[in-house]
């Protein structure tokens, strides 16, 4: 009888791990490797290999992605990933996702960013979809005309990722 899995709400750490398994990267350390100062996400996310390992782990234990054993190319034992059916969707319904926070812009949408690659029809897809989500919370608070310095820095991260 099948166990059963944990939900698991994917943030971006979790979310950009099983795109990258998704798509072919099959160990941890080479997950880890994108999240690195100079990977392919790195200067968006910074991460150390502990915290891609623990949310590996977490997509593991979530079932959408799987491990076995294998052997590296000099006899030592490596885990090779792969995602679960279900990971695949959880990867492709997450990519397809825009934000939904302003404050969660930097993170999250600069990496889906990075993650379509330099398709300029997918990343021209993906904005316009993020400006539609983006457009009645940038009006909400580009109609507030407080002058604190909160409010202040909310209008202009608006105006920013409306320019964008």
């Keep these: 009888m099948p166990r059963s899995r944990a939900s698991l709400e994917l943030d971006v750490i979790t979310g950009a791990c099983v795109v990258l398994v998704h798509r072919g990267v099959g160990h941890g350390y ?10 392919s996400l790195g200067a968006v996310l910074t991460l150390s290999r502990p915290v891609v390992y623990r949310a590996v782990k ?8 799987e491990s076995v054993e294998s052997v590296g190319a000099r006899g030592q034992l490596k885990w090779e990933l792969t995602c679960t059916e279900r990971g695949t969707t959880a990867a492709e319904n997450w990519m397809n996702s ?3 926070h302003l404050r969660d812009m ?5 990496v889906k960013f990075l993650l379509l690659g330099e398709s ?3 990343r021209a897809q993906f904005v316009r979809r993020q400006r539609v989500v983006l457009e009645p919370i940038i009006s909400t608070l580009l109609a507030n005309r407080a002058t604190d310095a909160i409010s ?7 105006r920013a ?4």
């Design 30 to 39: 080479d997950v880890a490797r994108h999240f690195a100062p100079d990977g």
């Design 152 to 158: 202040l820095w909310r209008r202009e991260q608006a």
């Design 161 to 164: 990722a409306m320019r964008f």
């Design 98 to 100: 825009p934000v939904i």
């Design 120 to 122: 300029e029809k997918l």
């Design 106 to 110: 930097r993170p999250e949408f600069l």
């Design 58 to 65: 977490s997509l593991e234990s979530a079932g959408l992605v």
